[in-house]
């Protein structure tokens, strides 16, 4: 007997969402696929970056009714939309199983709308929780990093409609904030300058997922265009430090690496940890070779970009991101993890170093992973299974990906007939076999999403993963008596 199974995304994540409060807890402690090093003592960084991301909660989110932003200077009243860019990356990563910021995420999403200008996008500054079209005009670097949020929101707390709210932002910021070319402009009113620094390469690619009809754009164009001008950027000095201003050619405008330049090599970090690109290693390499030179306690900014001269700040603007340059050697690590200490000590700081240090430290200390596509954890302290429903050991095994069957992995001999009946066609999950009585679905981490299929079962069973957003699953199944998981790769 063959049973196919069609289940709604929604109905499946309100299950799962019922047993945990988000998909993907942190800590993560990933290690990125192999991609690069973290730090070493990840979860000594996760309770750091925990304590860090409390102060930015307590000190720089405001709230005002259904609006929340990040106050750009303490007592100020000042809102940026950087700053909404990045507490709506930290709301998602730093969620955990017993406090979800699913709640803070969505405030802050309903400040950017509200502040929008005729273009869907949000107006960069504003003087007061009181959103609205200032005329103000947008700025692309916040807009590259809520796009990204948006989506990572839909894998991590289960529901698409953060996938389609991007897909109609990232058509008004392929429109307004990117040349045809697929040069990006620094905002949608003005582009007589470019910022390296808003460069986010990594998002590019999940952009391309989401916004699947300007998929090439993303790709190629913008990834290619983009790239150019990074490049560029990064041989005119041996240190290379990127300025924070060039020409559209890359051709440096300031010869300083600054407050704008900073972000720079946490973007390209990203794109390394995440996707292994070989363009990012070797920018990162060689402004890695020069800050590994440097004591971390020695490092001020601004900085001159032959490396000649520093100015006084020495916080974590300049610790931190620079900090993300020594991701891409072994050799390094104990750089790294002197870095990393350096912006623990320098302790409690101002809203656009207090950013650095956390965004920075959740990428280094692998709890800022894809989670379109994650890589698993990499201790089974961050799984937080404890129920009868908890993902085993054998888990850890191979992938079953579209049009293949986990046969073609390696399988303890024990479980090799009945592992070999698990199949994934496309969107469609057959398990075959006599006394199919179960089938559950899990998140990488170990948290339920929920029951794909109960019964009793003689022959094959069937499921329907449409509406389910790609990405690595666990499924547990109970067949003849025997519990059998594996991971899927849903694409």
């Avoid at 900073?262 to 800050?291: C, H, I, N």
Wanted: glycine share 8%; proline share 4%; aromatic share 12%.
């Amino acid at each position: 007997m063959k049973c196919l199974v069609k289940m709604g995304l929604a109905g499946l994540f309100a299950f799962g969402l019922a047993q945990a409060a988000v998909n993907f807890p942190f800590p993560q402690n990933t290690n990125y696929g192999g991609n690069g090093v973290v730090l070493s003592n990840q979860s000594e960084a996760a309770i750091q970056l925990k304590s860090a991301f409390d102060y930015y909660m307590r000190d720089k989110y405001k709230e005002s009714g259904s609006y929340a932003a990040i106050e750009k200077d303490h007592g100020s009243n000042t809102f940026v939309s950087e700053g909404t860019g990045y507490g709506m990356l930290m709301m998602v990563y730093f969620s955990d199983n017993t406090t979800s910021y699913q709640s803070q995420f969505d405030k802050l999403w309903a400040f950017y709308k509200a502040g929008s200008n005729e273009h869907g996008l949000m107006n960069w500054s504003f003087g007061g929780l009181n959103p609205y079209n200032n005329k103000a005009n947008a700025a692309t670097d916040a807009e590259m990093d809520v796009a990204a949020a948006l989506i990572m929101a839909a894998h991590q707390f289960g529901n698409t409609k953060y996938l389609d709210e991007a897909r109609t932002l990232l058509k008004n910021v392929k429109q307004y904030e990117f040349e045809t070319n697929g040069l990006h402009k620094p905002g949608d009113a003005w582009n007589d300058k470019k910022n390296p620094s808003y460069i986010a390469p990594a998002y590019y690619r999940l952009f391309a997922e989401v916004d699947t009809e300007n998929a090439e754009f993303w790709n190629t164009t913008a990834m290619n265009a983009n790239y150019a001008l990074l490049e560029t950027n990064s041989a005119e000095y041996s240190t290379g430090l990127f300025d924070n201003w060039s020409d559209a050619s890359g051709k440096g405008m300031d010869k300083y690496y600054g407050y704008d330049a900073a972000r720079t090599p946490w973007r390209l970090a990203q794109d390394f940890y995440w996707f292994g690109e070989s363009k990012a290693k070797k920018m990162l390499d060689k402004l890695g070779t020069w800050v590994s030179s440097k004591p971390a306690s020695e490092m001020k900014g601004t900085i001159e970009r032959t490396g000649n001269q520093m100015w006084n700040d020495h916080n974590s603007t300049f610790v931190a991101t620079l900090m993300t340059s020594l991701v891409t050697d072994a050799s390094r690590q104990d750089k790294l993890d002197e870095y990393w200490a350096e912006a623990v000590k320098l302790g409690e700081e101002a809203y656009f170093e207090q950013s650095m240090k956390v965004l920075c430290g959740l990428l280094v200390s692998g709890n800022m992973p894809n989670f379109a596509n994650p890589p698993a954890p990499q201790s089974s302290s961050s799984v937080p299974v404890s129920s009868s429903s908890a993902v085993p050991p054998q888990s850890s095994g191979g992938i079953v990906g579209p049009g293949s069957s986990s046969s073609t992995f390696a399988i303890a001999p024990a479980q090799r007939k009945i592992a070999s009946a698990i199949h994934l066609q496309g969107r469609t999950l057959e398990i075959a076999g006599s006394e199919i009585a179960r089938i559950d679905l899990f998140s990488v981490s170990g948290s339920t999403i929920g029951t794909l299929w109960e019964g009793k079962a003689g022959g094959s069973v069937k499921v329907s993963l449409e509406g389910i957003p790609s990405g690595l699953y666990v499924v547990k199944a109970k067949v003849l008596g025997e519990t059998i998981v594996r991971k899927i790769n849903v694409r």
